[in-house]
């Protein structure tokens, strides 16, 4: 199996367990694409449009996201101060709640991850995460 598929499934394997225990604490049910919008929110709000170029994707797949996260009272859009024909994508009371839910949840799984394949080489994969790549090789042919 080529090293991107196996980065794909660990991430999974993460993000399964992180949206199965908010779940389980009665916050609402998210899918992975939904999962992926919190790590990229800013305390003050963000553009939709800097959270699409941060995701990666459209502004419309960007729209779909948010509306859906809106529909299950996770995040909400207001004003923008700095511009008032825009807004900005804040977190709700409820998605404040599953903030120190998640990152108490991750830590309970990097000690998982610890027992399931050893201290060293759970710190031997952080620290090759952690290491500086450098740009992306896609952005050097630009």
Do not use: C
């Amino acid at each position: 199996m080529n090293l991107a598929r196996l980065l794909l499934e660990r991430f999974r394997w993460f993000d399964d367990a992180l949206r199965s225990r908010l779940a389980d604490q009665g916050l609402a049910e998210l899918t992975t694409a939904e999962s992926m919008v919190f790590p990229y929110l800013d305390a003050e709000g963000t553009r939709p449009a800097d959270l699409a170029r941060r995701l990666g994707i459209t502004r419309q797949s960007t729209q779909t996201l948010v509306r859906g996260l809106e529909h299950k009272g996770l995040v909400k859009l207001v004003d923008d101060p700095d511009d008032g024909r825009a807004k900005r994508i804040r977190l709700t009371p409820a998605g404040r709640r599953s903030v120190p839910l998640a990152l108490e949840t991750f830590a309970e799984l990097e000690r998982e991850l610890s027992m399931r394949i050893g201290t060293r080489n759970a710190a031997q994969l952080r620290s090759a995460l952690e290491a500086d790549w450098g740009e992306s090789p896609a952005a050097l042919n630009n």
